[in-house]
């Protein structure tokens, strides 16, 4: 018999306390050249809007949707599909796609939605767009991003990666761990969308601090060539962005799920390196705290980007 999962029951009980789910909007939105998917809740008088960057680079805005829904009960969300991936338009010349080019995309996507200022919050991989985006956004329009929060987010560099696919492994037993551990990791520096879906649905279950959570959850799919060719790129060179992010002025919180397979240590290290950042572990936890233990998550979330907004 499978033990019952106590994350599971948290997540269930917490969900019993939300109200209705606000609805999502779709829009093209046209920036750079490229259609856009953008998807956004109702708006929220005198609220700064939160845009919502999903990770994984091969997935679309359903990554992170529903499962912020609760943040729209204080403020609009924004979500979109990046270049190439879901509902967005593929950009020509997807072989030379890298992360960089996804950071532009968000500025500019912002002057397109007419918005003067918002928040970003990043999770796993899109945590280093948000980083990589805010800091240019901010090199040009100072005031264009009011609070960044970064969740689970990817490292400054890349020094964090060569040892994760050994962590995923101890992590997992029986036929989950076999699975994972047959991947020859190499593989992944080519962009191959079939190797990059099937290694990200392996490693799925080593995001959880739970692993009876992780039973309860189906893997997501991702179908994004463009994504592919981003990651691929990012494996095969690797990246350092501390010259990128020196100059990073904006108030940052780092909330990192202290059980996750991207250890808490690199959390750590981002929170030293930006000038106003600061760190909010979020125990038994571990990828994905909103499911995992979402009243410490969306407490340490809200009560941060109400830190010095205007009242509603």
């Known amino acids: 018999m499978t033990p019952p999962s106590p994350a599971l029951a948290r997540y269930l009980a917490f969900r019993r306390t939300l109200p209705p789910r606000p609805p999502l909007e779709a829009h093209m939105v ?4 490229l259609d856009f998917a953008v998807y956004t809740t109702p708006a929220v008088a005198h609220a700064t809007p939160l845009l919502c960057i999903n990770g ?8 992170l949707w529903p499962a912020l829904a609760v943040l729209a009960t204080q403020r ?3 979500f979109y599909d990046q270049r190439g991936r879901g509902a967005s338009s593929i950009p020509p010349g997807a072989a030379a796609s890298r992360i960089e080019f996804d950071a532009g995309d968000v ?20 945590g280093g767009i948000a980083m990589l985006a805010a800091a240019l956004d901010t090199a040009s329009s100072p005031d264009a991003v009011r609070r960044l929060v970064l969740v689970n987010a990817v490292g400054v560099t890349s020094e964090w990666l060569p040892p994760l696919h050994a962590t995923g492994v101890a992590r997992l037993t029986g036929a989950a761990r076999d699975a994972l551990a047959a991947f020859d990791v190499r593989a992944l ?18 995001w959880f601090a739970d692993p009876a959570f992780a039973r309860n959850v189906s893997p997501p799919r991702g179908d994004s060539v463009t994504g592919a ?19 990073l002025r904006v108030p940052t919180l780092v909330v990192h799920g202290a059980a996750d397979a ?4 690199e959390a750590e290290r981002t929170s030293r390196f930006l000038t106003q950042a600061r760190l909010e572990p979020i125990a038994d936890a571990g990828h994905n705290p909103f499911w995992e233990a979402p009243d410490a998550f969306f407490a340490a979330v809200q009560a941060f980007l109400t830190e010095g907004a205007p009242p509603s």
């Open 107 to 126: 500025p500019a996507l912002r002057e397109a939605l007419g918005i003067t200022q918002w928040d970003i919050l990043g999770h796993s991989w899109g």
């Open 262 to 265: 991207l250890p808490l240590s």
């Open 76 to 78: 609009q969300l924004v």
């Open 229 to 247: 060719y981003v990651v691929a790129r990012l494996r095969r060179e690797g990246y350092d962005w501390r010259d990128r992010l020196r100059d």
């Open 30 to 33: 046209r920036a750079r050249g």
């Open 189 to 206: 520096e080519h962009p191959d969308l079939t190797t990059h879906a099937a290694y990200a649905q392996a490693y799925f279950p080593a």
């Open 56 to 63: 994984g680079m091969i997935f679309d805005h359903t990554l």
